[in-house]
C-alpha cells in the first residue's frame, strides 16, 4: 500500500486518511502557528502545512470556552533560543507568523 502526503490542494473534508497518533514529551518548545475550533479548518491548515513540506506538525487538543480548541504548533525545539530562531525563519521564508510556547505547559485534562 503506497500513501501520498496530503496537501491543501488535495484535501477533501470527506475522505480516507492514515493518521498515527503518538504522544511527545511535554518538554522543549514549539511555534505556535495556529488555533482552530472547528476540526475541519485545523485538519485543513495541516494538509497545506504538509503541502509547504512541514513534517514537524502538532496539534494540542485544549478545552476551550465553546467546546475545543486545536493549536497547531511546529517542533519541539530543545531550547526556547531555536525556537525563538526557527519562529524567525518560519515568517521570513514561508510568510507564516508564530509564537514561541513552552510544550510544558500544555496540560492533559482525563474525562
Same mark, same amino acid.
Given at each position: 500500500?503506497?500513501? &501520498?502526503?496530503?496537501? #491543501?490542494?488535495?484535501?477533501?473534508? $470527506?475522505?480516507? $486518511? @492514515?493518521?498515527?497518533?503518538?504522544?511527545?514529551? @511535554? @518538554?522543549?518548545?514549539?511555534? +505556535?502557528?495556529? &488555533?482552530? &475550533?472547528? $476540526? /475541519?479548518?485545523?485538519?485543513?491548515?495541516? #494538509? +497545506?502545512? +504538509?503541502?509547504?513540506?512541514?513534517?514537524?506538525?502538532?496539534? /494540542?487538543?485544549?478545552?476551550g470556552a465553546n467546546g475545543k480548541d486545536y493549536k497547531l504548533?511546529?517542533?519541539?525545539? &530543545? =531550547?526556547?533560543?531555536? #525556537? =525563538? /530562531? $526557527?519562529?524567525?525563519?518560519?515568517?521570513?521564508?514561508?510568510?507564516?507568523?508564530?509564537?514561541?510556547?513552552?510544550? +510544558?505547559?500544555?496540560? #492533559?485534562?482525563?474525562?
Open positions: 500500500i503506497r500513501f &501520498s502526503r496530503v496537501t #491543501a490542494k488535495d484535501y477533501n473534508e $470527506y475522505d480516507l $486518511y @492514515k493518521i498515527q497518533l503518538t504522544r511527545p514529551e @511535554k @518538554k522543549g518548545f514549539g511555534v +505556535q502557528v495556529g &488555533s482552530f &475550533s472547528d $476540526y /475541519s479548518n485545523m485538519m485543513r491548515r495541516v #494538509a +497545506q502545512l +504538509q503541502g509547504l513540506w512541514f513534517k514537524n506538525i502538532l496539534i /494540542s487538543i485544549e478545552k504548533i511546529l517542533g519541539p525545539f &530543545s =531550547t526556547q533560543k531555536a #525556537a =525563538t /530562531s $526557527y519562529k524567525r525563519n518560519v515568517k521570513k521564508k514561508k510568510k507564516i507568523d508564530g509564537f514561541v510556547i513552552d510544550l +510544558q505547559k500544555i496540560k #492533559a485534562i482525563k474525562k
